[in-house]
């Protein structure tokens, strides 16, 4: 969040998916299979966050352009991975989260319900949890 010298505090958040795809020459990673969420051009919905003299004025266009509502170009909210996290560390299995994800699918966010296995050990990984646990349940 910027501040001017008048104390007024400005925020900006774009959609994920404006931009141009940046080619790097020397990539050390493939690019992913579904390649990028960058549109090539700009998406007007964006939300501007201004504070002034206890005053909070919001600017909200919704509406996507130059793409689809792609729900597999999603990412899960904070929440969502810190939830996924506190499960894991209790030692739930990975089926057992994503049979729970599946079987609830119409209360929660569209980005959960594409969740794989690869995600489940993405959060493992960035909550710094133990890899060593088992990932699937033992039949």
């Known amino acids: 969040m910027s501040r001017n010298k008048n104390g007024t505090k400005k925020k900006e958040y774009f959609c994920h998916r404006d931009g141009f795809y940046n080619d790097y020459k020397n990539r050390k990673k493939?690019?992913?299979?579904?390649?990028?969420?960058?549109?090539?051009g700009s998406c007007l919905s964006i939300m501007k966050y201004k504070k002034e003299n206890g005053v909070v004025?919001?600017?909200?266009?919704?509406?996507?352009?130059?793409?689809?509502?792609?729900?597999g170009r999603l990412n899960l909210k904070k929440d969502e991975r810190a939830e996924i996290a506190?499960?894991?560390k209790s030692g739930v299995p990975l089926d057992v989260?994503?049979?729970?994800i599946r079987d609830h699918a119409s209360d929660i966010h569209?980005?959960?319900t594409?969740?794989?296995?690869?995600?489940?050990?993405?959060i493992i990984r960035d909550f710094n949890l133990d890899p060593t646990r088992p990932l699937v349940t033992e039949s």
């Open 30 to 40: 493939q690019l992913k299979s579904q390649g990028s969420n960058k549109i090539n």
């Open 57 to 71: 004025l919001i600017q909200f266009i919704k509406s996507h352009t130059g793409h689809d509502a792609n729900i």
């Open 86 to 88: 506190g499960k894991l």
């Open 97 to 100: 989260i994503l049979d729970e």
């Open 110 to 112: 569209a980005a959960l």
């Open 114 to 122: 594409t969740t794989t296995k690869q995600d489940l050990r993405n």
